[in-house]
């Protein structure tokens, strides 16, 4: 129904949301967007954003749904009251979880 939109925050919407914040924003966005997809640090910019966007909860018949992920997620990013540095804190501490869920597991 709506060709723009996925089901989960997808690596392709990283890179427009580079223009959204300062600079520190600007960093991090082209940090993860220079890496291939299922990087770690795209893994967590992803599982962020898809906290953020409240992906999980997107209904394809949604209004957000009709705006596409790149549109929902920059009017999200925009909407973020804290700092750049608040925003990047987020990311790290996320990427802290994917580390942590990364870790082989002895069997």
Same mark, same amino acid.
């Given at each position: 129904?709506?060709?723009?939109?996925?089901?989960?925050?997808?690596?392709?919407?990283?890179?427009?949301?580079?223009?959204?914040?300062?600079?520190?924003?600007?960093?991090? #966005?082209?940090?993860?967007?220079?890496?291939?997809?299922?990087?770690?640090? $795209?893994?967590?910019?992803?599982? @962020? @954003?898809?906290?953020?966007?409240?992906?999980?909860?997107?209904?394809?018949?949604?209004?957000?749904?009709?705006?596409?992920? #790149? $549109?929902?997620?920059?009017? #999200? #990013?925009?909407?973020?009251?804290?700092?750049?540095?608040?925003?990047?804190?987020?990311?790290?501490?996320?990427?802290?979880?994917?580390?942590?869920?990364?870790?082989?597991?002895?069997?």
């Amino acid at each position: 129904m709506y060709p723009q939109s996925e089901i989960l925050f997808p690596h392709r919407a990283i890179r427009p949301l580079r223009r959204e914040r300062g600079s520190d924003w600007q960093d991090l #966005v082209s940090q993860v967007a220079s890496q291939r997809d299922g990087n770690e640090d $795209t893994l967590a910019f992803s599982l @962020m @954003m898809i906290r953020l966007c409240d992906c999980l909860n997107c209904d394809q018949s949604s209004y957000k749904a009709s705006l596409g992920c #790149v $549109t929902c997620a920059q009017r #999200v #990013v925009n909407a973020q009251k804290g700092s750049d540095l608040k925003l990047r804190q987020t990311f790290e501490r996320t990427r802290q979880e994917i580390r942590q869920r990364l870790i082989p597991r002895p069997s």
